[in-house]
């Protein structure tokens, strides 16, 4: 069954707000990746993160992995109109196959 | 060009009948994936390969079948086994690299039960 758990399931800001995603796995993960689908495309990867504690940014987004190795977020900084979509964690468990969160889908109102 | 060749994109298929949903990859990846999209949803995993001959079981393999009998390629067949199949199913493959796998998605097939 699903073992990343990845919340909210929604989320809708008005353009410039700040939005943030997370996502929490019961067990510890190798790493950690991000992907961001847009309506109607395929998930592109964004990010890749493998050690503890690790940030790391992309422009106005900043990804963060848990001291832990069983947490992550993603904070996008003033959200623009391009960044609707829907974002996908996805860990791996246990190095065989890797597992998405359900992902959060993010609506921006300009 | 390298990538993850899916097709087709959009399939409709007749209750009773099994299709296959063709997935072929030119980036030398051992590992391939085959995900399931439900509107809204998130991805659920189907069947992977870590390696020619040799796939696993998924979280919904039910009313489903792959192969892998070239490194290229990974067809899924949806039997009619499977009680709802319409959905968007993604194909994907792995490299390994020393810091970790990522996975690079085909466009996907829209698959509709008519």
């Known amino acids: 069954g699903q073992q990343v758990m990845q919340i909210p399931q929604y989320q809708h800001v008005q353009e410039g707000e700040d939005f943030t995603t997370y996502c929490n796995s019961s067990t510890t993960l190798s790493n950690i990746q991000w992907y961001k689908q847009r309506p109607g495309g395929h998930p592109v990867f964004l990010i890749q993160l493998v050690k503890s504690g690790e940030v790391k940014k992309q422009k106005r987004l900043t990804f963060q992995f848990g001291e832990a190795k069983k947490n992550s977020s993603l904070h996008i900084t003033a959200t623009q109109t391009t960044d609707v979509g829907t974002y996908f964690c996805a860990g791996t468990p246990n190095n065989n196959d890797m597992r998405f969160g359900a992902g959060t889908r993010l609506t921006v109102k300009p | 060009d390298g990538g993850i060749t899916q097709s087709p994109k959009y399939l409709f298929r007749k209750e009773g009948q099994n299709v296959t949903l063709s997935c072929e990859q030119n980036?030398?990846?051992?590992?391939m994936y085959w995900y399931r999209q439900d509107p809204g949803q998130g991805l659920r995993l189907i069947y992977y390969?870590?390696?020619?001959?040799?796939?696993q079981k998924g979280d919904i393999a039910e009313g489903y079948s792959v192969s892998r009998e070239k490194k290229e390629s990974f067809p899924l067949t949806v039997t009619s086994a499977q009680k709802n199949p319409t959905a968007f199913y993604l194909c994907a493959s792995t490299s390994t690299g020393s810091s970790g796998n990522t996975i690079y998605f085909g466009e996907g097939s829209w698959l509709t039960v008519v």
């Open positions: 390969s870590q390696i020619v001959n040799d796939f």
């Open positions: 980036l030398n990846h051992d590992a």
